[in-house]
């Protein structure tokens, strides 16, 4: 009982805190008789013996409190009272006389400044060079060619300058007045614009200049032309009649209608006159000096080429009805560059000029019948491609376009280029076969029966040296061409003199068509103003 009450007593005073060291004294000899050995200043306690009396307070027993000289320790689920703090809990901030580091998120202080972190700016080094201004020399003005009035409208032509980048146009009323920009053009290889929507019967005067651009992409101007004047007329619409004989019966009384049987054999219910001998609508523009030169049939028109021999305008092709050879309109080109020769493939209208050989569809053709407009522009060739000769005349069959180039004294070649046409629509010339010709061969047709009409034509009269016109028939061996590609052209199988200047063939049906340009030539003695249409049968 005493024991009990001890140990309640020492519970209180470690609650209280003033529980003292020597609270308890135990003598000598009950600590004998308890131990049965003598006293120690520490004593290993051993739970499972009985309680030691010893001059130090014991420890507790697990089962009954103990009373020793120095507080038990302190239950798990009790506080402790100890001389010294106990140590501060690990989710309590522990105070220490030296700060805890600083977090590594925060920024550190230090003596030397910290390292700069790699994603600051580093500062540049001076470039090596630096860059050189390159000073831009002004183009001088370009030089106008040509400058031309029509239908309310003016236009241009100058030689192409290539050191400019583009051109500026400018236009006034009176030639000392102010000049105003009215177009500016950014490709150096267009030399030729066209002033619309002007007043008619009026006077304008053009001044040019070219300009080039700097390093910064701006543009430097340079000098201004001298003005160039022109007036605007009223444009007459294109003939339809024959430049010469106004009818057949006047053509039948011609000098050369008495002079050559061929003449005389002709069709004149299917021969025709060829338009725009008297005057030509070129886009706006009045040309009465456009020379005939092709022919072919396309779908439901023929077609007849001309080029303006002044130089002043564009080449035009007259499309015709085919059935009754009537004109209909005028497909003006995109350039001036003469139009020897035209074929038709089923598909393409193709043309040569010079060494090349360019192609549209035959749906410009369609379009421009349907406006029903005096004439279309043809803005651009659907493509270009380059042959080997010049292309005097050419023709098609069988997917073959047969090219040749004019020679007055020597034998040529003719040139077979396969037409092929490719699963995205791409059109191909493929150069494969060959064929001699004559010299002064000017045109070229065939037939469906195998036959090959060739044209020959020099001079306009027969005091002229080197004067030839006939038309030579032969039968081409088209079906055993040799390993090399050459066709044998055979003997001509007929020969049949024709009057002068012959420029073109087309075939179409049971007949031949042949074009004329001897009305257009002063010294042309015997003058054919007309296509003549001559049966087949009767040239073989």
Known sequence: MKRLLSFVLSAALIVSGTYAANSMHISADEASSVVGSSATSQTELDPASSPQITEEPGAVPDDTPQVSGQPTVKPDDAPQVSGQPTVKPDDVPQVSGQPTAKPDDAPQVSEQPTTVPGNTPQATVEPSATPQVTEVTAPIAPQVTQIKGGSKRVKLYWTEQKDASGYYIYYSTSKAGTYIR???????????????SLEQNKTYYFKISAYTMNANGLPVEGE???AYAAKTITVSATSKGARKYSSTAKFKKSPAYKK????RKANYTKSFAIPGMKTTNVAGFANNRMFPQGGCTAGAYMLVSAYAYNGEDESVIYVLSRSSKSYITTLVMPNKTKI??????????????GKKVVRFSYEMISKAVASGSAYTELAAFDETYSIATNGSYMAYRDHVLWIGAYNSKLATRMYGYVVQTNTTGAVSLTRKYYMAMPNRTRAVSFDADGYMYVVRSSQSNNKQSGYLSQIRTYKPAFSTPAASGGVAKKAYTKKTTIPPRACGSMVYGQYLYTVFSGCKYSKCTYKVDRVIAIKLTSMR
């Open 224 to 226: 201004l032309s001298q």
């Open 260 to 263: 050559y049987a061929f003449l």
């Open 182 to 196: 009215t177009k500016t053009i950014t490709n150096p290889g267009t030399c030729k614009y066209v002033k619309k």
């Open 340 to 353: 020897d020769a035209m074929a038709y493939d089923g598909k393409n209208v193709w043309l040569t000029q």
